[in-house]
């Protein structure tokens, strides 16, 4: 069964339409990837899924529950996480109260959140810099921190836009890693404009143009697509 | 020495530093520091909004009054005892925040402190315009009789003194608690990143309007002791001058820092207070110098003391 799905779904700006009558489905456990070009509306699709935006019209369903009139914080509770491609942290907080925040959502007690961000932390790699403000991290780490406070939600469906952006190689690896890690317990969608991270963490693969679903299918399938390829390159 | 052993060391050094000076000051200044305290408090009570939760109002001047004038006519018009005239204006303060808090929290930054500036305005203004029962300009004068607890009178230097730094000490260890709890961990993370916050599931406005309660409960109830120690319950208080004062001994003492409005308040009153002894262009003298304290220490002297020393403080 599909953890989430959307009927119709879309999303106008003073005429432009950014999203437009989008029927997705996403089933539990999976990973998948969303691409599209520059202004594909990949952004503002997962902002009408997490409740960032409200929707022109369709519906948005979160475990068989109509969650469309739900706001933000409601669906957060209901087990989602949204990292956020422009990254976002508390910067005057140390890392350990960003997670914190995060964490304290989930669980109770001062010895329960510790594990809880101790755990995210180490997931994430940045365990051996906790009282570190977050603003004084590199912009490689603040990614990761951004990446530790979805994982410290522990939720069912993690949404992650464009997490890799600004990585080191290495971090980069060690990303694909934790999302492999991650695949038992969570279902994950991710923007992502890296293709080798698309190519071996993804299950399926759904592209965005001009706010349509152009095309889905497994990696290669993608990879092999002439559409894709032409939306791409520009030359449809 | 932990954090916490440094935080309990300080903040409780400077409560044990205000008992002593009650025995050593002079006349003068004890009479002043009372005064300094009652006015720190409604400082800490609208640094609750401004400097953790980062909502920057205009019109806490409203609640001020709201708990002075709810205090001043159970008094003058039911006959409350002092404590019970304490609590009306708590009650008043509370209602008068709760509202405005649901009603200037649909807006946001220059919105909410136009809204908040008006509801204080209009606040003033009722007052004035029911001047039959509020005295208006000329204010309620209390008498020594109605400010009475058992045998401690208020109108008193010594349980003055005393009672004010009462007030003070739950405003302060209130506080402190509030943004060392994670409460108040969420309130700075609304003010740090309103929409992260909002993404990691809290409700906002829910956090942002408890700030305002808590925040208006806190001015309230100093309101109420400031009228209630020193006798008299005017429209002045109402007056946007006494919204602009808190912000600017925050903004001095520093903005999201426990001790920083009582450092603001005790600068700003002895500021001028030894400037006008000096000439009769005290408020020149004391623009030039908030002018450069603004320049070079943006963050407050307590901010700047954070900034540079200790980075603990909270």
Known sequence: ?236 | MSETTKIVALHGGLLVLLVTLQFLLPAYHHGNLARIMVLASFAIGYNVMFGYTGLLSLGHALFFAAGMYGMGLAVQYAGAGPVVALLAGLAVSVVVALVVGLLALRTAGVGFMIVTLMFAQAGYLTILYFTTWTRGDEGLVLQQAQRTIGSLDLSQPGPRYFAALLLFAICFLVTLWMVRAPFGKVLIAIRENEERARMLGYDVFRYKLAAVVISGTLCGLSGAAYGLLFGYVGATFASVQYSIFPLLWVLLGGAGTVIGPLVGTLFMFYLIDLSSSVTSAYMLVAGVVLVLLTLFAPQGLVGELRARVWRWLP
């Open chain 1, 1 to 236: 069964m599909s953890l989430l799905s959307t009927r119709g779904l879309s999303r106008s700006f003073s005429g432009l339409r950014a999203v437009h009558e989008v029927d997705f489905a996403l089933p539990e456990g999976e990973i998948r990837a969303l691409i599209g070009p520059n202004g594909a509306g990949k952004t503002t699709f997962v902002s009408l899924l997490c409740g960032r935006i409200p929707p022109s019209s369709g519906q948005v369903i979160f475990d068989g529950q109509d969650i469309s009139a739900l706001p933000a914080h409601r669906r957060i509770a209901l087990g989602m996480a949204y990292t956020f491609q422009i990254t976002s942290v508390f910067s005057r907080l140390s890392v350990y109260e960003n997670v914190a925040l995060a964490a304290r959502r989930r669980v109770a007690g001062r010895a329960a959140v510790d594990r809880a961000v101790m755990r995210a932390l180490e997931q994430a790699g940045l365990h051996d810099r906790p009282d570190q403000a977050a603003g004084d991290l590199s912009y490689g780490h603040q990614r990761l921190l951004e990446i530790a406070m979805g994982l410290a939600q522990a939720p069912r469906l993690l949404i992650l836009d464009e997490p890799t952006q600004g990585l080191a190689d290495s971090e980069v690896a060690a990303f694909k890693a934790l999302i492999r890690e991650l695949k038992a317990t969570t279902t994950i969608l991710l923007i992502e404009h890296n293709m080798s991270v698309v190519m071996e963490t993804a299950d399926r693969v759904t592209v965005l143009n001009f706010g349509e679903i152009l095309a889905e299918g497994t990696p290669q399938q993608i990879h092999a697509n002439a559409e894709v390829q032409a939306a791409y390159l520009g030359t449809g």
